[in-house]
């Protein structure tokens, strides 16, 4: 049998400044796009990751050693390159991933400003020190965890991945990166960037693979610290399993985000908001609005909601959605709400983008009259779908958002600042929205949800980063024991 040609070599693990063949199965990375097959990528064993976690342990005394603002200069460099080769990365992202080239762009823009926080780190990171009692001072360091890992989802290949790599790295640890099987290509060029960037080799490794690898580093001892991106499902599944095993962890899940639209809300402003945030990325985004949740009269955004739903083109302005298995769900949630006696408003199911027959295309989706003991008001559908519920007062809207397993973000669409405020205060979310459709902090503020959209403490990015990527050391000093004394001393 002919064996098909691949776009790009075939992934590779990075283990200790290489790229390593590995024997045994491979999986096909296949562009959502059009179904092209782009390249394989090895289901790694154990011992792949054994032999990384070598690698990192053997690198980090030298890197932990490393004072920590010689070590942002090779982040200095590691920013550099990535503007360097934004274009390439956008194609390598909007090819494996199928968003469009201009949210793919914006993936190597915000690696690139998580990068810039991380070599600012030697500003935040300065410990503290006091006399705390005659002749005795107390000081505080953060010090490095050791070998950590950062497991990631397929959504952002680029974004997810620097969440985590830059912060790692500027805090003194090594680590091993282990991408989503199903867009690995954009993680082997990130290896090869800081590699050019100057890192020493071992400091970063990735180890390719599924479920096999992610329970492997879950039960690895040389690894100090786990963070997880992904479902819900399988983020409860390492939480447990790292924690079990007496690690730090901090696994991000799925989400359910919603947005209350009262009747004063500003309409076009409010109408592109909803739009951009359900339709961006395919609707495939932790922080996309998939539900609305509509207080007393609002027709009239409904209305526009839907008019700037049909200007947006598949293939165009709207990429795929990840795979035929994520299709298929999304257009059976759609139509399983409309047997429930929703109203589909805008449909995109049976999508086909002319030339791309091969890739899997939903169309922007509008559904009204969605209840919420619906599938599609609760489940986290992932797809470019609005699912609107209505209300009488704020207090229920509040009521069906609080309901949520999830608690990612939540946002709120008014011109009144009162109802603005009690929304805020009132919503059951780690990132909260006023007149914003995907509330996502920028650097130097963290990222993270709450409920089933987080489990363990603290935020993944920002000054949380801090705390979760480094232990803190006390050290109490007496140098002149003779020359004041109290009780303490
Ligand atoms: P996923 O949970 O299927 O996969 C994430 C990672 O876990 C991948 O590296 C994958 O190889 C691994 N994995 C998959 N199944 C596993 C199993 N049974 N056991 C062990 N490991 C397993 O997620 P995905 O489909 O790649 O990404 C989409 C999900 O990620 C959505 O739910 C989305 O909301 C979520 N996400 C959340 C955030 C956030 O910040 N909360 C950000 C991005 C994506």
Known sequence: MATATLKFPEVKNYIKGHFVDSSGEKMDVVSPLNGELLSKVPVSDIDALNNAVAAAQQAFPSWSATPIK????ILFNYRTLLQKYKAELTELIHLENGKIKSEAEAEVDKAIELTEFAVSLPQLIPGEILEVSQGVDCKTEKIPLGVVASITPFNFPCMVPNWTIPNILALGNCMILKPSERVPLTAHRLAAILKEAGLPDGVFNIVNGTKEIVEGICDHPGIKAVSFVGSTKVAKIVYQRSTNNLKRCLALGGAKN???????????MTASNITASMSGCAGQRCMAASAMVGVGEIDHIIEKVCEEARKIVPGKNLGSVISKEAKERIEKYITDA?????????DGRNTVVDGMEGGFYVGPTVIDHVTPDMAIAKDEVFGPVLAIMRTKTLDEAIAIENNSTYGNAASVFTQSGGLAKYVAEKASAGMIGVNIGVPVPREPFSFGGWNESRFGAGDITGKSAIEFWTQMKKTTIKWNPEARTNWMS
């Open 70 to 73: 010689e070590r942002v200069q």
């Open 258 to 268: 919603h947005l209350l639209v009262l009747p004063d809300a500003q309409v076009e």
């Open 338 to 346: 409309e047997k429930a006696g929703a109203k589909i408003l805008v």
